[in-house]
Nanobody, 116 residues
């Protein structure tokens, strides 16, 4: 089992920045990749960014150039640095991890609101 705890959401102005953190615990040696998804009411959860245990990243086109994903292996933590935020980035952001056995794990979600 893997437990994921997110932090760092909140309110930001358009053009502002926020950094999300996701700390993993439990059977972390089984994790192949971690990342972030987001969801707004009435819409499907969408991929924002992922990073593998080897450091390979995948960023959604909608946030490319503005968001950066990184990880600290020492802290078992993944970060999502969000710059140049737009109102359309408003969503609940979920941390995700997938194990080498293709088990999916989710955090509880953290609200990000971009508004003036």
């Amino acid at each position: 089992q893997v437990q994921l705890v997110e932090s760092g959401g909140g309110l930001a102005q358009p053009g502002g920045s926020l950094r999300l953190s996701c700390a993993a615990s439990g059977s972390i040696f089984n994790i192949y990749a971690m990342g972030w998804y987001r969801q707004t009411p009435g819409k499907q959860r969408e991929l924002v960014a992922t990073i593998t245990s080897g450091g390979n990243t995948d960023i959604a086109d909608s946030v490319k150039g503005r968001f950066t994903i990184s990880r600290s292996n020492a802290k078992n933590t993944v970060y999502l640095q969000m710059n140049s935020l737009k109102p359309e980035d408003t969503a609940v952001y979920y941390c995700h991890a997938i194990s080498r056995a293709h088990m999916n794990y989710w955090g509880q979600g953290t609200q990000v609101t971009v508004s003036s």
